[in-house]
């Protein structure tokens, strides 16, 4: 009994250890399978797995898929992956997953993309932000600058028009030039791209036209990283082109052994204009009239029966944009490659304009040997833009927001024997006509190619050669019918304007990389550059057509040609550039560049100009002192000094040149010339010199980081238009004067706020204040004015440059008040009689505002909740004044010629019975600035909100890798106190002293989008 009991035992006992282990053994090979991607629906590969307090890892495959058996222990996964936060997951009680990673800044840009290499963020000496790609696309707009905007600290752009295809201006830390380009650098792909251009305006018949986007040909969502240089350490390795700042763009590229993945993105959107103020009606505008006029008008004899025309509604629409992106990308052990097609329309919020663009982007990188790698860039775009130019400053021919705000409202469409009949109704015509009856298209095509080879010569040195082509053909097309007001003022009007030009690039550098020994570390870049830039011209404008069928189809159907304009200029520039970067320990650091540069701008005398950067960093957190600290993760000091300089200034300054100028003798026209241009062969560079401290610090692991600037720039040796006397022949010339200062701060801050496995929250924050002064002039100290405000009327300048005052401020008469009841001036607008001389005149013109911010700021967020991603930005601009111009002719009461008000001048004005002292609702005033057109232009936008969705893989069994659906919102909410339409706005474009001056601009739209992204 006793055996047979310990059988039994045994027997049992075996039995449950079976059970057991069978436990176990299931426990281990419980199975975890599922997808990673990033916050964008892209798969990722190569991600980490850790089943948390075990050595249990896997990695994603090239499909961002994973399969992982459990061991016995804890139930959750660790993925980590570089340029994303580490994210934990709970994993009890199920076997499949779809994990989104969201990219954490800290590590997302350990590698930054700066002049001629790369660099550890770690490593840098100078002042450096990076843009992720992603921040980038998910504002939808045509061009990567407009998507730039608010999101890099000491980096300013205004959208100078709101058209589709409309530019912008950037400034990076300031404007350092007068008659130069303040133009930031753009580097696509180590390419340094030309300022651009496109077909002339000449003939258009406006006062100004601003230039459609030069980057159009760059898709935004082709961008992986945008890289802004700006301090002297970080650019003078571009030196004369690196004062403005760099801004570098790196575009997406395959992977090295990874399966071809397919991306299509379809997105819709609609748009609607931003607010204008309510005008008066047809009765209210009649009674008016009545008030003012000095005769009675029989058409106004009974206001109450007149009709209402909104001629706002009549020419505003709902806009439509489609977008249509196809992303193709993988590789094998050799080649990797990365293409994309985008076709995108707008249809802006104008009637009859429109932009289309489309854009095939090509990136190949071949390892030809162990030691030679080839890489190809090929980039071809068209766009056509039809137009119709706003805020140009014309007033009998200006755009149709003009026309439509000033217009009759008791007139209806119907009335059409007014058109410019009738001097004493503001040049009234139907706005609707007018857009739709002229043709005005700039049509582009670009071909962007370039090559890199890289050959490893030893080890750790390298030869790299480049060598690229960026070829632009443009078309300025314009035709005016008879029903149009310069139709009607020239009995039919064509202009046909070509422009083209040819850039090549050769540039070799080496390359040396070493570390010596376990603490030293040495990079030495040397080369070689040779750029050259041809462009070429041809202006033709005809009038007096006997039909208007043709168009500017045959401009040769019209009878009064005027003589055709050609031009053709070039530009060269050749360069030597050397930089040292010394790391010690990876405590302490050291860069020096130094780079010559050679422009055919200038006379033999004055080509070459020298610009050296020296900077040095100390890494405070890697000392013993501090090591292992649990508060300060991350502490760098930086300091740099450099100069860099400006060439930006149309080639044969330096020289005397004559122009065609053509005279009739004896009815007979006679070719001839005279002087043009008087040259300067002591023409020189500007330089920038610029100091930089910073400090760059990480806090609790880094989940707070940031890092914050303080600089100051001079620019010295102006290039500038000085006058000289009129008996010369001729007004000016070319020569360095002056001097401007440029001091700031930027702050940079970014914290991962939330990090818990079903929900994240990350924000970032930047905020850059900026402070210039002109510190001289040249001999003399005279003020530099900005051109006029507009043709006809307001013929005054609105900006001037002064000595011991901030760059381009606001320049017109003071406004003191209105008139007395009583006074043979009752209610006009009362200016200061500043000279004393007992009249009002441009010697009682002074400073009247200040168009430049006290400070800009963005403020970006990311929520993720399981599938869920949620990221809003907000972006604004605080102290800044605008020069309201349409409040001269819709709220100035201006007798006479007098166009529409608004309601609230109609309600506000000054009269007998409402006797007041608000400069901004006179009875009446002149046509010039002053400062009751000065207003507060700070904002705070909603400019960017997307909700997105990602759905799980599973559910399309294989047939798709991944779908993404998001909505998106733009520029939804706006908080100013500003009257006009849109407090973001600049009409004189890129004009470097006029800036903040609004004239009926084309106005900016809100907008809801809808897309979806699916993956193969």
């Known amino acids: ?525 040397a080369g070689y550059s040779s750029q050259i830039n041809t462009i070429r011209g041809v202006d033709n404008k005809v009038i007096n057509f006997p039909s208007d069928a043709l168009g500017s189809n045959s401009i040769g159907l019209g009878l009064t040609p005027s003589i055709p304009q050609s031009y053709r200029t070039e530009r060269s520039l050749l360069s030597y550039y050397l930089r040292a970067n010394y790391d010690f320990n990876k405590k302490y650091f050291a860069s020096l560049t130094v780079r010559a540069d050679g422009s055919s701008v200038f006379s033999e005398n004055e080509k070459w100009g020298y610009f050296p950067s020296a900077g040095l960093g100390w890494t405070i957190s890697n000392e013993d002192f501090l090591n292992n600290n649990k508060t300060i993760s991350n502490l760098k000091l930086r300091a740099s000094y450099g100069i860099t300089g400006s060439q930006s200034i149309a080639p044969l300054q330096s020289l005397t040149l004559m122009g065609v100028q053509n005279a009739n003798f004896n009815n007979a026209l006679a070719a001839g010339l005279s002087p043009v241009q008087l040259g300067n062969p002591d023409l020189k560079w500007e330089e920038t010199t610029q100091i930089n401290v910073g400090i760059d610090f990480g806090l609790f692991d880094s989940k707070i980081n940031g890092n914050i600037d303080y600089y100051t720039k001079t620019t010295d040796n102006l290039l500038q238009n000085f006058p000289i006397p009129i008996s010369s022949g001729l007004s000016s010339i070319v020569t360095n004067a002056g001097s401007i200062e440029n001091k700031g701060i930027e702050i940079s801050l970014g914290a991962d706020i939330i990090s818990n496995p079903n929900f994240s929250w990350s924000s970032s924050i930047n905020w850059s204040a900026n402070k210039s002064l002109v510190k001289s002039l040249g001999a003399g100290g005279s003020d530099i004015f900005g051109p006029n405000i507009a043709a006809n009327i307001v013929s005054f300048p609105p900006t001037i440059l002064r000595e011991g005052e901030p760059f381009g401020l606001f320049w017109g008469q003071k406004a003191i008040g209105l008139y007395p009841l009583g006074d043979p001036k009752e209610g006009q607008l009362q200016l200061e009689d500043i000279s004393g001389d007992g009249t009002i005149s441009a010697n009682d013109n002074t400073i009247i505002g200040d168009p430049n911010p006290d400070f800009i700021f963005g403020w970006n967020n990311s929520f993720n909740y399981k599938n869920f991603t949620l990221t809003a930005f907000i972006q604004g601009s605080v102290g800044n004044d605008i020069m309201n111009v349409d409040r001269i002719f819709i709220s100035g009461g201006i007798t006479g010629n007098s166009a529409n008000h608004t309601q609230e001048y109609y309600e506000k004005r000054w009269t007998p019975s409402n006797p007041h002292n608000d400069v901004r609702f006179p009875a009446g005033r002149s046509g010039n600035p002053d400062s009751s057109l000065i207003e507060d232009g700070s904002y705070v936008r909603l400019k960017n909100i997307s909700l997105a969705y990602n759905f799980n893989p599973d559910i399309f069994k294989g047939y798709l890798s991944s779908a993404r659906v998001y909505v998106t919102g733009t520029n939804l909410f706006t908080i100013t106190n500003y009257s006009g339409v849109d407090p973001e706005v600049n009409v004189f474009g890129g004009n470097n002293i006029n800036t903040g001056v609004d004239f009926s601009a084309y106005p900016k739209s809100k907008q809801i989008l809808l897309g979806i992204n699916i993956g193969f």
């Open 1 to 525: 009994m006793k055996k047979i009991y310990d059988n039994n035992v045994i027997k049992k006992t075996l039995l449950i250890c079976f059970l057991v282990f069978s436990m176990l053994i299931n426990a281990q090979e419980k199975t975890i399978k599922g997808t990673v991607k990033s916050e964008d629906g892209i798969p990722l590969a190569g991600v980490n797995i850790l089943q948390k307090g075990t050595k249990n890892v896997q990695v994603t495959d090239f499909e961002g898929n994973f399969n992982i058996k459990l061991l016995s222990g804890s139930q959750t996964l660790v993925f980590s992956y570089l340029g994303f936060s580490n994210k934990e997951v709970a994993v009890t009680g199920q076997s499949s997953l779809n994990v989104t990673l969201t990219e954490d800044a800290q590590t997302l840009d350990v590698v930054v993309v700066t002049g001629y290499g790369t660099q550890r963020r770690s490593d840098l000496t100078g002042s450096v932000a990076s843009v992720k790609g992603n921040d980038i696309s998910v504002t939808p707009a045509p061009t990567f600058d407009i998507a730039l905007q608010g999101r890099a600290a000491g980096v300013n752009i205004v959208n100078t028009s709101s058209e589709p295809g409309g530019g912008s201006t950037i400034r990076i830390r300031g404007s350092n030039s007068i008659s130069g380009n303040n133009e930031p650098l753009i580097v696509l792909d180590g390419y340094p791209l030309p300022s651009g251009g496109e077909a002339s305006t000449a003939g258009i018949g406006t006062v100004r036209v601003v230039p459609s986007n030069p980057l159009d040909f760059i898709n935004p969502n082709d961008i992986a990283s945008i890289d802004i240089l700006k301090d002297a350490a970080a650019t003078a390795i571009y030196g004369s082109r690196g004062a403005n700042g760099v801004i570098v763009i790196t575009t997406k590229k395959g992977a090295y052994n990874q399966k071809t993945k397919i991306n299509l993105t379809t997105e819709t959107a609609t748009a609607s204009s931003f607010d204008f103020p309510q005008m008066m009606d047809g009765p209210t505008f009649a009674t008016w009239r009545n008030e003012t006029a000095d005769t009675p008008n029989p058409r106004f004899a009974n206001p109450s029966s007149l009709p209402t025309t909104n001629w706002l509604d009549n020419i505003l629409r709902n806009g439509i944009t489609n977008r249509y992106q196809l992303d193709i990308n993988g590789g094998n052990e050799k080649t990797r490659y990365s293409i994309s097609g985008n076709y995108q329309t707008i249809e802006g919020v104008i009637k009859f304009t429109k932009y289309e663009r489309g854009v095939v982007n090509l990136n190949l990188d071949t390892k030809l040997t162990d030691r030679l790698t080839v890489s190809t860039t090929i980039n071809l775009s068209q766009s056509l833009n039809n137009r119709n130019n706003q805020g140009t400053g014309a007033i009998i021919n200006g755009g149709g927001v003009w026309k439509a705000l000033t217009n009759d409202p008791s007139r209806t469409p119907e009335d059409t024997d007014y058109v410019l009949n009738d001097p004493t109704e503001f040049y009234f015509i139907d706005p609707l006509v007018d857009i739709r009856d002229t043709k005005d298209e700039t049509a582009n095509k670009n071909i962007f190619a370039n090559i890199f080879a890289k050959y490893n010569i030893l080890d750790d040195l390298t030869l790299n050669v480049r060598a690229g082509v960026n070829s632009k053909n443009s078309r300025r097309e314009a035709y005016y019918k008879k029903t149009t007001s310069i139709g009607q003022r020239d009995n039919g009007a064509a202009v046909y304007n070509t422009f083209e030009y040819d850039d090549k690039l050769l540039e070799s550098y080496l390359a040396y990389d070493k570390m010596l020994g376990d603490v030293h570390n040495l990079n030495l870049v």
